[in-house]
T-cell receptor, first 113, second 111 residues
């Protein structure tokens, strides 16, 4: 199993550009999450999904969009990138019960200049 | 609401010192409790977990005991190594859609 994979690993965007961060998991997990981690800080939840076709906002959804057309994939779209979106983005998945941990991808380091 | 509070860092220790990172929680019901570790440049990974009161989770020399009476889940290790330098996150899950993470505690271990 590859677990949770994310692409790209690094990206530099100019202000106003758009991009999609890719996330895929091969564990057949229903729950998937997007977090951002600013330098020296903890995690903030952007969006989450409890299954294909179902998504909901987390703490900091503004400036982002998600879709979940399959169980495996959960892409995060940034429209009109702003410097405040400079961060490391982590995708995670979970089997969906309280006893199961979250599995994290390696992260995408995004800089907006 | 549910929340996790962990001690602020950074924590700086010499190799072979004893480590404690405090974690307390507020939750309705009976949550599962977790410690995650984040090594530099990587994502979080599970270090250990406990799913009911008085359970002890352990892994790689780290231990934490689920104390319902004090709503705590403190992380301990008897003798830290330089390779333990990382950020440690305490977390809880009540079976809802979201895991609640603490703010993280950065640990530096000096040789």
């Amino acid at each position: 199993n590859a677990g949770v994979t994310q692409t790209p690993k690094f990206r530099i965007l100019k202000i106003g550009q758009s991009m999609t961060l890719q996330c895929a998991q091969d564990m057949n997990h229903n729950y998937m999450y997007w977090y951002r981690q600013d330098p020296g800080m903890g995690l903030k939840l952007i969006y989450y999904s409890v299954g294909a076709g179902i998504t909901d906002k987390g703490e900091v959804p503004n400036g982002y969009n998600v879709s979940r057309s399959t169980t495996e994939d959960f892409p995060l779209r940034l429209e009109l990138a702003a410097p405040s979106q400079t961060s490391v983005y982590f995708c995670a998945s979970n089997a969906g019960t309280a006893r199961n941990e979250q599995y994290f991808g390696p992260g995408t380091r995004l800089t907006v200049t | 609401g549910n929340s996790v509070t962990q001690m602020e860092g950074p924590v700086t220790l010499s190799e072979e010192a004893f480590l404690t990172i405090n974690c307390t929680y507020t939750a309705t019901g009976y949550p599962s409790l977790f410690w995650y570790v984040q090594y530099p440049g990587e994502g979080l990974q599970l270090l250990l977990k406990a799913t009911k009161a008085d359970d002890k989770g352990s892994n790689k020399g780290f231990e934490a005991t689920y104390r319902k009476e004090t709503t705590s889940f403190h992380l301990e290790k008897g003798s830290v190594q330089v390779s333990d330098s990382a950020v440690y996150f305490c977390a809880l899950d009540t079976g809802g859609f979201k895991t609640i993470f603490g703010a993280g505690t950065r640990l530096f271990v000096k040789a």
